[in-house]
C-alpha cells in the first residue's frame, strides 16, 4: 500500500498517559468520535519513515533508549492547527524533548504535541470548550519510545528509556 509508513511515537509514564486519556475520554463521552487513529498510547509523534526501513529503525530505538533518560515535559497550552482539524494538548519545548527529536529528524518546523481529536473544523470548535474546562497546567513525563506502521495500524516494539 502507497500510503503505508512507519512511525516514531514518544509515550508517556502511566499517570501522564492517564490524565491525557482522560481528557480525550471525556471527549468521547460526550458523543466526540474524530478520525484520528484509536486504542494508540498517548504521544507526540517524532517523524515519519519508509517501511523499508523497519529493522533499522528497531536498532536504532534501542540505541537511542538506552542513551537516553526519560524526562519531564510541562503541559502549558491547548491548540488547533491550522485549517482548524486538529485539536491538541501541547507541552513546552525544552532541550531533552528537542534533542530526542533531532535524533529523527529536523525539530525546526516541528510542534510537539498529543492529539486529543480529529474531525471537521466545525466539530472542533464544539469540542474545544469540553477540552478547555478538563485542561490545566501539568508535568508529564516522557519515558518511552513506540514504532508504528501506519495503516492500517500495526505495533511494531516500544522501548523505555532509562530511569
Not at 23 to 44: R, S
Not at 55 to 79: D, M, Q, Y
Amino acid at each position: 500500500m502507497e500510503n503505508k509508513a512507519l512511525y516514531i511515537l514518544a509515550g508517556y509514564d502511566d499517570e501522564t498517559e492517564a490524565r491525557l486519556a482522560g481528557i480525550q475520554n471525556g471527549l468521547y463521552e460526550h458523543g466526540f468520535t474524530g478520525v484520528h487513529t484509536k486504542d494508540l498510547p498517548q504521544h507526540i509523534t517524532m517523524h515519519s519513515f519508509p517501511t523499508d526501513q523497519e529493522e533499522a529503525l528497531i536498532e536504532k530505538l534501542k540505541k537511542i533508549a538506552s542513551e537516553t533518560k526519560a524526562f519531564e515535559v510541562v503541559f502549558s497550552h491547548i491548540g488547533i492547527f491550522t485549517g482548524g482539524e486538529v485539536l491538541f494538548i501541547a507541552p513546552d519545548k525544552n532541550a531533552p524533548l528537542l534533542r530526542l527529536k533531532e535524533e529523527f529528524g529536523d525539530s525546526d518546523s516541528w510542534t510537539p504535541h498529543t492529539t486529543m481529536l480529529i474531525d471537521k473544523p466545525d466539530v472542533i470548535c464544539k469540542a474545544l470548550p469540553l477540552v478547555t474546562e478538563s485542561f490545566s497546567d501539568f508535568c508529564g513525563k516522557v519515558t518511552s519510545l513506540h514504532l508504528y506502521e501506519f495503516f492500517p495500524t500495526r505495533y511494531i516494539t516500544t522501548v523505555e528509556l532509562q530511569n
